[in-house]
């Protein structure tokens, strides 16, 4: 353990003006597929026909014209019965080996999620035991719909526009020097049905056209929130890092049971630093580092957006070698902008023990 100063960065605060109070309607994120599921007692949520029905209809699973008639029969066969067993000689009649491929992937991940029996629970599996094959876009659609039922009462945009970044790849920019987070795959379509070349050429921050939530203009996020369209401003909006603090500290209340308090830092400055989390790949990298003593040169300084330090209220779940002291979160964006946070990292990686 090293007992030394550690000081990473300074996050810049910046003033922030209340907003009035608005009634706002409570749907949203209807694309997390919410309707399909339901809740089992614990509060979790039920993995129902519905849902697994859901996943047959994704076009890497529906037969193209050319399928062979085994696999047209396979996808009308578990369309209506999704739980039916699947015996690896049922995949081996197709014909096509990215076929066999894609629905070998299919049928593993959705033996997972019968197994577990509940959308908390398969995720936990997958990231405790590891997801094998099972592509990222399914366990980014497991947060999704978990972050859905765990925000269900929410009436605040802003913890909802900071609940994205668990599954939604964010890209960073700047504008009146403030960081801003957008959706990268929304601007990603904005840019190739909006931008001219003239546009390119002329330059400036793509992520500087969205509109970025404020206290005026969140009453706006209900009527958009599948198309993600709003911009978070996570460098100079004290609220915003409240808000991810908050979806942090729900996160683990929700999957591990365990209550904590979660607070925005302005910089971390500790002489016995003992855990830390990376939210991301590249804030792990960063952290390791300095957890090795390395130097870290200005240009690893300012990618880190944000730092979070994370107290258990109970400790009788927590390793005793962190003690009293916090774990402290690291928020960080790659060399080219971009964000992605791995909410995996914060079951795997508090020193909270499995059930």
Known sequence: MRRRPIIIAEVASGPHSAGKATEVSREFWVSSGHQLTRRAPDGRLAVTDELLAAYLARPELVPPPEACAAERALHRSLLLAPRRPVSSQDIATLADADARENWATALAFRDRLLAAGTVEGAYLDLVRNGPGATPPVFLDQLVHLILRNALDECEDPYLLRAAELFFRRQR??????????????????????????????LGGDPVSGLDVLTAENAWTYWSR??????????GSDPRARAALAEVIA??????LGVQTGVAPLPRVEDRDWRWFVGLDAEATRIGNALWRGEPLGEDARSRILALFA?????????????????????????????????PQNLIAGLPVAAE
């Open 250 to 255: 729900l996160w683990v209340r929700h999957l």
């Open 172 to 201: 960073a920019g700047f504008q009146d020097g403030a960081t801003l987070l957008a959706d990268d795959e929304a601007l990603e379509t904005r840019d190739a049905v909006f931008d001219s070349p003239l546009t390119a050429m």
């Open 225 to 234: 929130s599948d198309a993600f369209t709003m911009a978070l401003n996570i």
């Open 310 to 342: 994370l107290r258990f209220a109970d400790p009788r779940p927590v390793e005793a070698r962190l003690g009293d002291r916090p774990v402290y979160l690291l928020l960080a964006m790659t060399p080219d902008r971009l964000v992605r946070i791995k």
